[in-house]
C-alpha cells in the first residue's frame, strides 16, 4: 500500500507558475520501494472528467505530456525523497482545476484506470 499525499497548490494570475509535490508513503514503513512505481498526474476541473497531464516513470528518465501542457510543464521525481513534482510554468486560466498524483508499479499510462493508488488531490487556480 503506497499513500500519497499533493501540495503546492494554490492561486496564481496567468503567467506565473506554481510546483506541485507528491510525497509517498508506504504503510510497511520501509520508504525504500518509491522507485517501483510509475508516477502519473491528472487534473479534474468542475463538471469535467478527470485527464492526463503527465507521467513520469520509475527513474524519472522518461515523460510523456498531454498536448494541453506540452513544453509548459514538466514531471520530475527524487526517489531519495519518496516525492514526484510538477513544475507547471506559463500557466493558463484553463489550467484550473484539483491536480492528483498516481502510482502504479505497472509502467505509467494516460488513463486513470492505469493507476491504483491516488492522492486526496490538490486545487490550483489560474486567475486571468
Known amino acids: 500500500q503506497v499513500q500519497l499525499v499533493e501540495s503546492g497548490g494554490g492561486l496564481v494570475q496567468a503567467g506565473g507558475s506554481l510546483r506541485l509535490s507528491c510525497a509517498a508513503s508506504?504503510?510497511?514503513?520501509?520508504?525504500?520501494?518509491?522507485?517501483?512505481?510509475?508516477v502519473g498526474w491528472f487534473r479534474q476541473a468542475p463538471g469535467k472528467e478527470r485527464e492526463f497531464v503527465a507521467t513520469?516513470?520509475?527513474?524519472?528518465?522518461?515523460?510523456y505530456y498531454a498536448d494541453s501542457v506540452k513544453g509548459r510543464f514538466t514531471g520530475s521525481r527524487d526517489n531519495t525523497k519518496n516525492t514526484a513534482y510538477l513544475q507547471m510554468n506559463s500557466l493558463k486560466p484553463e489550467d484550473t482545476a484539483v491536480y492528483y498524483c498516481?502510482?502504479?508499479?505497472?509502467?505509467?499510462?494516460?488513463?486513470?484506470?492505469?493507476?491504483?493508488?491516488w492522492g486526496q488531490g490538490t486545487q490550483v487556480t489560474v486567475s486571468s
Open positions: 498516481a502510482a502504479d508499479q505497472m509502467a505509467g499510462g494516460r488513463w486513470p484506470g492505469d493507476y491504483v493508488y
Open positions: 508506504e504503510e510497511s514503513g520501509s520508504g525504500r520501494t518509491f522507485s517501483r512505481y510509475a
Open positions: 513520469v516513470s520509475r527513474s524519472g528518465g522518461t515523460t
